[in-house]
């Protein structure tokens, strides 16, 4: 009880003050082990501030989970990569996981009409 109450007042405080900067801790480097070669560089994911400042409250949202094609709701597949699932038959080509990829961060992007849509602006030479 005590952890959803605090879970709870975190997200109240921090959707009253968001951070505005964040240490390069929070910066994930997106690089499935199934990219044997890249085609161009591996995405630099700020990861707190999509779940903080874009409030996106259930992790499941982006890491889901599916058990013979229907989405598990409290399920998620956190520590996983998105190989793990999305590249592991025969038949599925480097394409198709690229897609996924492309699918999850573009698509929301799309739909909330904010963040980077173009190649450059993910894949950065930084």
Known sequence: MNL???????WVISSLHP???FSQDDILTVDDS????????AVKFPHQKHAVNK????????????QNGVWVENGDSIGMECSECHYEEKQDAIMDLIRVYHLRCKGCHWEQKAGPVLCGECHRKD
């Open 19 to 21: 951070p505005v900067a």
């Open 55 to 66: 409030r996106i409250q259930a992790c499941s949202a982006c890491h889901h989970v599916y």
């Open 34 to 41: 199934a990219f044997l070669r890249h085609m161009r560089p």
């Open 4 to 10: 959803i109450i605090c879970m709870g007042l975190f």
